[in-house]
């Protein structure tokens, strides 16, 4: 065979135990090696892939083993930020969806938040978003803010289907719904990895929104995050209307 035909070949193997590789083994050309190793790799590759896909749905299936049925995933995005709000995201995904490499969106690429963004819209049973302001943040603290606006999403998502079970990351909302929270379940509930792309993406098109209304400031270079360029901007210009007045790094600058 020749290396074209090979790697025609190697491209229909699916196991490594198939016989043909077992076969191709024993041809000591280097073109014919390199192919082989290549298919190992693609094949250790998506094999971990396919387990920590896995990994990522056993809350959902443990939930739906006891009985639940309709099985919502719960995050925010923006605490950290000086400014703009804080966004959540609720959704409930059908038991079979294929999402295979989700994980908490801080992980991905913005190319691949919006590539998941999209199929989750496309196959979700329901999506809702929230968020709390600036201004509610400087009200009751970015941690009460962040429940709030995990609620306001929530809402959204009761408007559309009855929910039986929440997964949420982190925290435990004032909510009379059985619920689990989960220490980094960005990376562990593919329902909360779905909710972390949304909110993420949605903040971070309404901080590139706010960039062109104060291009002074470079968000969409930095989402509001306080980095240098933000931090040489505040000390220049001050805080904007969107700045959240009870950060420290803000509010040392507020004078």
């Known amino acids: ?103 908490d969106s801080k992980k991905l690429s913005e190319k691949k938040r919006k590539e998941y963004a999209q199929l989750i819209e496309q196959q979700a049973i329901a999506i809702g978003k929230g968020e709390a302001t600036p201004q509610e943040i400087d009200r009751i603290n970015i941690y009460e803010a962040s429940k709030l606006a995990m609620m306001r999403a929530l809402e959204e998502v009761r408007d559309q289907c009855t929910v039986d079970f929440l997964l949420v990351d982190a925290m435990t909302l004032p909510v009379d719904l059985p619920q689990e929270h989960l220490i980094k379940g960005d990376a562990r509930s593919i329902s909360i990895a779905a909710a972390s792309v949304i909110a993420k993406v949605t903040r971070d098109e309404l901080m590139k929104e706010f960039d062109e209304m104060y291009p002074e400031y470079g968000f969409k270079s930095h989402m509001g995050y306080g980095t240098k360029e933000h931090l040489r901007a505040l000390d220049t210009y001050g805080p904007s209307k969107i700045h959240r007045m009870s950060f420290s790094p803000v509010r040392e600058r507020a004078d």
């Open 1 to 103: 065979m020749t290396i074209s035909e090979i790697k025609e070949l190697l491209a229909v193997i699916s196991m490594p135990d198939d016989e043909r590789l077992s076969a191709l083994r024993t041809d000591q050309r280097i073109g014919v090696q390199k192919l082989i190793q290549q298919w190992e790799k693609a094949y250790e590759r998506q094999r971990k892939e396919h387990q920590e896909y896995e990994a990522m749905q056993s809350f959902e299936n443990e939930a739906r083993s006891s009985g639940y049925q309709v099985i919502a995933g719960i995050d925010e995005v923006g605490r950290g930020p000086l400014c703009g709000p804080v966004t959540a995201a609720c959704v409930v995904l059908p038991s079979l969806i294929s999402l295979k490499g989700l994980t």
